[in-house]
């Protein structure tokens, strides 16, 4: 005898929203090969002058040759 147990989960609208961030507010660069987030809620933006972490609030780090080991 097999039983089985069906899960019927109630979805929701998931909240999206947008915001721009140029190099006025601290890119170092507007030409973006990726973007991503991580589990600490940094957004991480792979762009041609290095890797550039976002604190999701104002303040970008900015990973390139001149300040680490990124090649």
Do not use: H, K
């Amino acid at each position: 005898m097999m039983s089985s147990l069906f899960l019927t989960a109630q979805s929701e609208q998931p909240i999206v929203s947008f915001q721009t961030i140029t190099t006025e507010q601290g890119l170092s660069n507007n030409f973006v090969f990726a973007i991503c987030q991580d589990s600490f809620g940094f957004i991480w933006i792979g762009t041609t002058n290095g890797l550039c972490r976002f604190d999701s609030e104002e303040s970008f780090t900015t990973y390139n040759e001149d300040n680490s080991d990124l090649r």
